[in-house]
């Protein structure tokens, strides 16, 4: 059992090769990495340094080369146990990890309500229970007042919000956020990083965020820079929001 | 498409029950008189009125022509029927306008989709007629609109030769030494009277008394009278089976073509639309939806996009129908069916984008 102290997210010495042969990219060369519960990290590094590729790798899309994975002290992948030590990825992804995207991605014909509650919907929570669900994240995030709304009717901003409370939607322990504030402007993106900021603490989610912003870096407290597919962990300013 | 058809069975159907009649004998070994010719003189009722179970005749011609009328030419059906009493089958039925026709030469009584007005003058061929009766859903079986004159003026039309052509065939009668014999007088006059003679008619409607089996009149005809008899299911059958038959494939192959390309416009659609969404779809799969779960999304869009389309159609079908040159009818039934092949045609168009959007990799949703 995991006690408190057991990180949410643990990354070993994961490698991931592209490619066989004279082809191969090595994207990521063996990444160590540690996210404790309500707790926001950023991921930062210039371009090609493999931030994307760790995501797909944690968000179970794409499989690993090596190395070693776990969430919540339980080895999702483990190279010298043969890769995968889960039979169902796709319903790891639904029910342990929730993911924010650079934009909304929202189904365009169900409305504000549906599009969250369409997650505990498709891990079986009944209609009623998965919409209640969804109208809390909403109030939460301020956007309740839409509910009812379609989703091209909203605001960037609103959809960001409503993107956010999809990925808590199913109590996810873990969100990953592919650059979450790449569209907003600067007043727009810090709200979405305090949000992000008040959901990691109170629902106790581990939050890795993948960014280039410079308004929203010196919000993290701990980041993590990937260079050529290597991770060194620094303390960020950690200036409250 | 189907209501086009239904009104070709449906103008077969109303040609039948209109004429009034429970048989039609017509000329030996033909399927006269819609669907092929058939001639027959025009004493031959008197042999058929005196046999058991006959309760009327009425010698009837038939000719599909062109009139010209108000400037423009129009396709009608002249039909010539018997005037000398009220009822002879062949007449129709009931009259809008008018009424039916009482003198022996020159009253016509038009469909009203001819265009004629009451009392107006119509010429066919040599003469002219008053229109002093209007009658409705009196077309043959092509869907041209009725005319109805007397028997004698359709014999008239239908048998006589124009002034030239009898000169020419006098003459060549003259020059026939087996007609122009000399020692034979009189012999010569009596040919050419017999054959500018007018005396055939298409066809004998009969009606028959109350509780008499139309086979067994029939079959009697057959046997005694060397002609051919039809009942009423006979008729039907070769007005529905036989002569509309090459007209419904017509139908059939130009709906499987239509249904063909509306599948590939729908399937066009729908597969766009998919691929405009790669990305929701992505993310879709990414966040745990089943492919079920895709597909049945997919698929409800085509349905939807069927539905509109089906409404639309069904529509535009009751608005313009009437606007059709040939009679429409529109039945529920069809509908319903039509509706269950538009969803069919759509679901099957909607596979191509479902294996499309199965494809999709749910590593796309993340990075850019
Ligand atoms: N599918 C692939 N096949 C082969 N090589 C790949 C593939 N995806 C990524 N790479 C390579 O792996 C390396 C890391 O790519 P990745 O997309 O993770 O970078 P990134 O940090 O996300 O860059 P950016 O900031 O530009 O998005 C790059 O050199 C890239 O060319
Ligand atoms: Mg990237």
Redo the contacts between chains.
């Keep these: 059992m995991a006690s408190d102290d057991t990180p949410a997210i643990r990354l070993a010495g994961l490698r991931k090769r592209y490619g066989t042969g004279d082809a191969a990219v090595d994207a990521l060369k063996g990444v160590d990495m540690t996210v404790h519960a309500g707790e926001v990290v950023g991921l930062i590094g210039p371009s090609g340094s493999g931030k994307t590729t760790l995501l797909k790798c944690l968000g179970a899309v794409i499989e690993p080369t090596g190395g070693r994975m776990e969430l919540a002290g339980e080895a999702i992948y483990d190279a010298e146990r043969g890769g995968w030590q889960v039979g169902d990825l796709r319903a790891l992804r639904r029910d342990r990890i929730g993911f924010v995207f650079q934009a909304p991605y929202l189904i365009p014909f169900l409305d504000v309500t549906d599009n969250v509650a369409l997650l505990p919907m498709l891990a079986g929570v009944a209609n009623g229970a998965a919409r209640k669900r969804a109208l809390a994240l909403l109030t939460a995030l301020d956007v309740a007042h839409r509910a009812g709304a379609q989703v091209s009717q909203l605001s960037g901003g609103e959809q960001q919000r409503v993107a956010i409370a999809r990925a808590l939607a199913n109590r996810a322990p873990v969100i990953l956020a592919d650059e979450p504030t790449a569209p907003l402007d600067s007043e727009r993106a810090l709200t979405v990083v305090r949000i992000l900021n008040e959901m990691a603490v109170q629902y106790r989610t581990a939050i890795i965020v993948v960014t280039h912003d410079e308004k929203i870096i010196p919000t993290f407290r701990r980041i993590y820079h990937i260079r050529d597919g290597v991770t060194h962990e620094e303390a960020g300013e950690g200036r409250p929001v | 498409m189907a209501g086009v058809y239904r009104g070709m069975v449906d103008d077969g159907q109303v040609l039948i029950d209109n004429s009034g009649a429970d048989l039609w004998v017509v000329q030996q070994g033909t399927l006269g008189p819609y669907a092929e010719p058939s001639s027959i003189r025009d004493d031959v009722w008197r042999g058929i009125a005196g046999i058991h179970g006959v309760a009327e005749t009425g010698n009837a011609a038939y000719l599909t022509m062109q009139i010209k009328q108000g400037g423009h030419e129009a396709r009608v059906m002249v039909v010539g029927i018997e005037v000398d009493r009220p009822g002879r089958p062949g007449a129709p039925p009931y009259l809008t306008f008018g009424r039916p026709i009482l003198q022996g030469h020159y009253e016509a009584i038009a469909d009203e989709k001819t265009g004629l007005k009451l009392g107006e003058r119509v010429r066919i061929r040599r003469h002219e007629y008053v229109v002093v009766g209007l009658t409705r859903r009196m077309v043959s079986s092509s869907g041209d609109p009725m005319i109805f004159v007397p028997l004698k003026d359709a014999q008239e039309i239908q048998f006589l030769k124009d002034n030239d052509a009898l000169i020419n065939e006098r003459a060549r009668t003259a020059a026939n030494p087996a007609f122009n014999r000399p020692g034979v007088p009189g012999l010569l006059e009596a040919a050419q009277a017999s054959a500018t003679q007018a005396r055939n008619v298409n066809a004998v409607l009969v009606r028959l008394a109350p509780d008499v089996d139309p086979d067994t009149v029939a079959g009697e005809i057959r046997r005694w009278k060397r002609l051919t008899a039809y009942t009423r299911a006979q008729m039907e059958d070769i007005l529905v089976a036989k002569l509309i038959a090459t007209s419904a494939k017509q139908i059939g192959m130009f709906l499987v073509i239509l249904s063909v390309v509306t599948a590939a416009i729908v399937a066009f659609i729908i597969y766009t639309m998919t691929l405009a969404?790669v990305?929701?779809i992505a993310?879709?799969?990414?966040?745990?939806?089943?492919n079920r779960?895709i597909a049945a999304?997919i698929l409800q869009?085509a349905l939807g996009l069927g539905l509109i389309g089906f409404l639309v159609g069904r529509v535009a079908a009751g608005l313009w129908g009437p606007a059709f040159p040939k009679y429409v009818l529109l039945v529920p039934g069809d509908a319903l069916r039509g509706f269950a092949i538009v969803m069919a045609i759509c679901a099957l168009a909607s596979l191509v984008a479902i294996r499309a959007a199965l494809r999709i990799?749910?590593?796309e949703?993340?990075?850019?």
């Design positions: 969404k990305r929701e993310v879709l799969k990414l966040i745990g939806a089943k779960t999304m869009q990799d749910p590593a949703a993340i990075g850019g």
